[in-house]
């Protein structure tokens, strides 16, 4: 049989010229292969990463922001009508929740009351087995802590910012501030002179807001 020599090279060229372009078509399939599955990992790295810091966001703000005593806070602000989380974050400023503090100026435990005040506290609420001490004891000082801020609240018609600076500086100045046109306008208190007393006021709002967000379902009512 005889074979034409133009024809059998072509055949030979023509196979060669598949065989190429098929290999770099499969070389470029693996190279964007290669690339989706590096941009995968990456991704996935990202999300882990993010997920991981989240996480871990939410660790550090909860050991900043302890919730310690939660089952008395809760039955003593229900028993009150008091915001859990304002009574924690109160307890936070306060405290950090530490039932053995005691201040320079003698008040004492989880909201820091003053022994005197514990002592009318406790005859508004008909407790006749009050001491000083017991205000060391979480359980009784929330109960006391929680009606002082509930008093507080109708004594000012709900408005918390006042009730807070009365808490801090005593309803005393309150009273002179609300009498004084340099500080209030209309009856409303429009600055607060005392610059320890106004940043307390923030530090509680901004407190309570983190307890709200961080157990939300432990504090829940």
């Not at 010229?17 to 190279?31: C, D, I, L, Q, V």
Request: net charge positive; proline share 3%.
């Amino acid at each position: 049989m005889m074979v034409v020599p133009g024809k059998a090279s072509g055949k030979k060229r023509g196979t060669g010229a598949t065989r190429s372009a098929a290999a770099k078509k499969k070389r470029k399939r693996s190279a964007r292969a290669r690339a989706l599955r590096t941009a995968g990992i990456a991704l996935l790295s990202v999300v882990l990463l993010s997920v991981g810091a989240y996480f871990l966001n939410i660790r550090m703000e909860k050991n900043t922001y302890r919730l310690a005593y939660a089952e008395a806070i809760l039955r003593e602000s229900g028993a009150f009508g008091l915001d859990p989380c304002l009574v924690a974050a109160v307890i936070h400023c306060e405290s950090r929740g530490q039932a053995e503090a005691c201040s320079p100026k003698g008040a004492r435990g989880l909201m820091q009351i003053m022994p005197a005040t514990g002592e009318w506290i406790s005859e508004k609420l008909a407790l006749t087995s009050f001491t000083e001490d017991a205000l060391y004891e979480a359980d009784v000082n929330i109960r006391l802590g929680c009606w002082y801020l509930s008093y507080l609240l109708e004594k000012y018609d709900g408005e918390k910012d006042l009730a807070l600076a009365a808490y801090n500086a005593g309803p005393g100045n309150v009273k002179k501030w609300l009498e004084d046109p340099a500080y209030s306008e209309n009856g409303r208190l429009t600055a607060i002179p005392f610059s320890e007393t106004e940043a307390y006021v923030k530090r509680v709002n901004a407190a309570s807001e983190k307890y709200r967000e961080l157990y939300e379902e432990e504090l829940a009512q």
